[in-house]
């Protein structure tokens, strides 16, 4: 296997199902297990991993079809980069019991030509993580996925790989919301710049969302990242509705003062977020129940 093979075998790797529904857990486990292989993990064991797996899994990925991290990390050796110490065949069908994985003792590992690769190049760590981010989640959840997981990129290898996109959809979204958080109406400015506000995609560019209007918000940081956790949604009368299942300090002051509260609308009703986008949020990336 040489590095474009690789690379190759990395970019066919499923994570999306039709209409843009979510399905990454293989991308998760992958960016999992290259934080283990830098930090010199070369081996995980199912039974050891399991529950953080299940843990981050659920912060990361869909509400409501969390897989068990038995199915990627047995199915995962299916796409060539991934082996397990023994797979188990039932009826010729392959047997993914988390029970088994972990009564006898089952772990995997990347294959040992990968592993020679990962150790000649060093910046292929780097590179294989970036790919899997760009294709499956927005840029305001990359850090977080990477500090949960602990592994380590150069700022700069991040910044500079990002991908060009549309610079008029930023303009156009920030425009139509008037410079202001739709949510709060945060409107910092240094001079004529504005400070930390962003141009948010109701559904992910990475599932297919267009850079249109009506798939945009006006969102401060904060506001950005709670809203692609998946802490609140909008609901079809542009309410903000947020998710039981969020607490701790700063609830009120970031989101319950603005439950069912109707965002700040943009200037023109055309503009307006449409009702299929704002679905697809609620399904793919919402967590739990609105308060209401
Ligand atoms: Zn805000």
């Known amino acids: 296997m040489d590095r474009k093979e690789l690379e190759s075998r990395w970019a066919k790797i499923k994570s999306w199902k039709a ?14 297990a290259l934080a ?35 199915y990627p990390f047995v199915y ?3 796409d060539k980069i991934w082996e397990l110490s023994e797979l188990h065949r039932i ?23 990968m592993q020679a690769l990962l150790r000649e190049q060093p910046d292929l760590v780097g590179h294989l993580a970036e790919q ?18 602990g592994l380590e990129l150069e700022p700069a290898f991040l910044l500079s790989k990002r991908r060009k996109r549309d610079p008029r959809f930023r303009g156009q979204i920030l425009e139509a919301y008037g410079y202001a958080c739709a949510v709060c109406g945060f409107n910092l400015r240094l001079g004529h710049q504005p400070l930390a506000l962003e141009a948010a995609h109701i559904k992910w560019h990475q599932a297919g969302g267009p850079d249109r209007a009506e798939n945009g918000l006006a969102l401060c940081s904060m506001h950005h990242k709670l809203f692609d956790l998946g802490a609140f949604r909008i609901d079809d009368s542009l309410r903000m509705q947020v998710s039981h299942k969020v607490h701790g300090e700063g609830l009120d002051y970031y989101l319950l ?36």
């Open 91 to 113: 009826d010729g069908k392959i047997n993914s019991s988390p029970k088994r994985l972990r009564e006898e003792g089952i772990s995997a590992q990347f294959p040992a030509e």
């Open 132 to 149: 899997l981010l760009q294709r499956n989640f927005p840029e305001s959840l990359h850090q977080n996925i990477l500090q949960a997981v």
């Open 19 to 32: 209409k843009g529904k979510r399905a990454p857990h293989k991308p998760l486990l992958l960016l999992y």
């Open 36 to 70: 283990a292989w830098q930090q010199g993990r070369t081996k995980l064991q199912y039974a050891e991993e399991e529950a953080k797996l299940k843990d981050y899994f659920r912060e990361f990925g869909p509400p409501n079809s969390a897989p068990g991290p038995n």
């Open 257 to 292: 003062r603005h439950q069912a509260q109707q965002i700040r609308l943009p200037h023109l009703k055309k503009y307006r977020p449409k009702e299929d986008y704002l679905d697809w949020h609620l399904q793919e990336v919402f967590q739990g129940y609105s308060r209401d």
């Open 76 to 78: 995962l050796s299916s």
